[in-house]
């Protein structure tokens, strides 16, 4: 096959493309998962309704939050070949609060704090080989975070 | 921002504050009016140009973020470089070397 400058030039677009799109595909903050305003619906928007009840991720959270302002989460996992972790808490407006993203050599154990407006699950999700798994812990709000 | 990070052998055990409202866009001020949205959306960490650390978040977060994030197989001496951008695409950027 001769190499024209035509198809050069097509070769140097269609190379340039294909590199481009995972980056901003990967790069991109996930508006319709974050803005969703149901659980079920976060859930579909990062597509793990079917997340599978592990024992292999770990949820800290407190039984009871005197002040749903602050709530320290953290979230650990055993799993092989995790791609991401998301935390969701099921009755808050926007229920989907935080996905992390797994590079080589960042441990999948991460501290965090959320908002809780009220008593409600706060759920992990951790997808790894293409599966969706889950565990969840109930936290007990006496004062809601969200209000002024 | 606000970056420590401690190493233990080859562990580096980062903490990051960012100094940020977190605004949710449901909260009214004193008259009443809502306060617009503007909150964190994505926070990412590179050593020497390369991606180790990403987070996306909602404005679930609690105001003032604080994350921790582990690191295995680092170095003394090595750099960790922080970004945040929010939702109005305001940003901020940080490091700290690990040690």
């Known amino acids: 096959m001769s190499l024209t400058r035509r198809s050069m030039l097509k070769r140097i677009i269609a190379g340039s493309a294909i590199a481009l799109v995972p980056f901003g595909a990967f790069a991109k903050w996930a508006e319709a998962a974050f803005k969703a305003d149901t659980y079920k619906g976060a859930l579909a928007e990062i597509g793990s309704e079917d997340a599978i009840a592990s024992d292999k991720i770990k949820l800290k959270a407190p039984e009871i939050a005197e002040n749903g302002a602050v709530v320290p989460i953290r979230v650990s996992s055993t799993l092989e070949n995790i791609e991401s972790i998301s935390l969701l808490v099921e009755k808050n407006p926007t229920p989907l609060t935080a996905q992390f993203k797994m590079f080589p050599g960042l441990k999948p154990d991460f501290k965090i704090r959320v908002r809780m407006g009220e008593t409600s699950k706060v759920v992990a999700i951790v997808k790894a080989g293409g599966k969706s798994y889950s565990t969840s812990s109930e936290v007990k709000v006496t004062i809601g975070g969200c209000g002024g | ?99």
Do not use: C
Request: net charge positive; glycine share 12%.
């Open chain 2, 1 to 99: 921002m606000r970056i420590k990070a401690k190493l233990k052998g080859d562990t580096a055990t980062v903490k990051l504050l960012i100094k940020h409202p977190m605004e949710s866009g449901r909260r009214k001020d004193e008259a009443g009016k809502l306060i617009p949205a503007k909150y964190v959306q994505t926070v990412t960490g590179h050593i020497a140009g390369t991606q180790v650390f990403e987070v996306n978040t909602g404005p679930g977060v609690s105001k003032n973020p604080f994350i921790q994030v582990i690191l295995e197989g680092r170095k003394a001496g090595e750099t960790i470089d922080f970004k945040w951008v929010d939702s109005s695409g305001a940003t901020e950027e940080g490091s700290a070397t690990l040690k």
